[in-house]
């Protein structure tokens, strides 16, 4: 082999080395991040404090644990809504599905469940999540939040009017969410097809502080 070949040869395995370098990389990175999504996102959370400054916002509670946690190719979480005074009474349930659909941006799609009132407090018995799966679940289609990993929070929403809704004279939803260490902030508002708002937080989002991790 004269040098010039050998020449060539070594600097396309160099490259060659250097890209999966860089895959790998990326790849490690793209996994903490969704880790660190789902670590922040996992807990309970209320709104105590923000109702007690604020009498326009209600105390409400928010519990989201982790489900399905040897799914290889996305993270899930169950979540429960209640107002804190009646916890027994969730007046929403939801699955969540994250994951990284391009580099620094996660999506969280949006599920409903057949049978929610089977689930209510599931955190106490995880077995009952061994009854469901995937197929299981109702898309809510148009209503998976887009979040970009931004310093030390992710932020971001729904697209645009995409998410239909027909609670309380509602044509449409939206929400807004940003998630650090220790609170999210989501600010959930239905609007008519005139795009008047009819339900949700007028002022801005409800602030959950993180009271513990499960």
């Known amino acids: 082999m004269t040098k010039i070949?050998?020449?060539?040869?070594?600097?396309?395995?160099?490259?060659?080395?250097?890209?999966?370098?860089?895959?790998?990389?990326?790849?490690?990175?793209?996994?903490?991040?969704?880790?660190?999504?789902?670590?922040?996102?996992?807990?309970?959370f209320d709104s105590s404090l923000q109702a007690s400054q604020d009498s326009s916002y209600f105390d409400i509670s928010l519990t989201m644990v982790p489900m399905w946690e040897n799914d290889p190719s996305y993270k899930w979480l169950y979540v429960e809504q209640a107002v804190s005074a009646n916890k027994m009474k969730p007046y929403r349930q939801r699955v969540y599905r994250l994951e990284e659909y391009v580099a620094g941006r996660f999506e969280s799609k949006v599920y409903t469940l057949e049978n929610p009132k089977e689930f209510i407090h599931v955190w106490n018995n995880p077995s009952l999540f061994e009854k469901l799966t995937p197929s299981d679940l109702i898309e809510r289609e148009g209503c998976s939040v887009f979040l970009n990993k931004v310093k030390n929070s992710f932020s971001g929403s729904t697209f645009e009017h995409d998410c239909k809704s027909t609670m309380r004279g509602a044509s449409s939803a939206t929400s807004t969410v940003q998630i650090t260490h220790d609170r999210i902030v989501s600010w959930d508002q239905g609007w008519d097809s005139e795009k008047n708002q009819v339900w949700g937080a007028e002022k801005g989002g409800y602030v959950f502080i993180k009271l513990n991790t499960y």
Do not use: D, P, V, Y
């Open 5 to 44: 070949k050998i020449c060539i040869f070594f600097l396309c395995f160099l490259s060659f080395s250097c890209a999966r370098k860089t895959i790998s990389t990326e790849n490690s990175t793209s996994q903490t991040e969704l880790n660190t999504l789902l670590n922040w996102m996992t807990g309970t």
